[in-house]
């Protein structure tokens, strides 16, 4: 890779941004991967307190109302 500003080439060549854009790509990914994670566990939460309040729900009888 050439470096920065030398005399022949100014600037970064092609490789240099290919690599560059390579890079960005896999952090993205990385940041992408983290949050599908973080949601899953959220949904597997959320889930687990809905069985938690379904079963709650299944050892409350409700009185009957006289008419």
């Keep these: ?24 790509v896999v952090i993205g990914d990385i940041v992408a991967l983290l949050s599908v994670l973080a949601a ?3 949904n597997a939460d959320d ?5 938690q309040a379904a079963r709650r729900a ?3 009888k409700r009185k009957r109302r006289r008419a």
């Design 1 to 24: 890779m050439s470096e920065f500003g030398d005399d022949v080439n100014k600037g970064l060549s092609a490789d240099d941004l290919a690599l560059i854009a390579a890079v960005i």
């Design 47 to 51: 889930e687990a307190d809905a069985k």
């Design 40 to 42: 899953r566990r959220e």
């Design 58 to 60: 299944r050892g409350k």
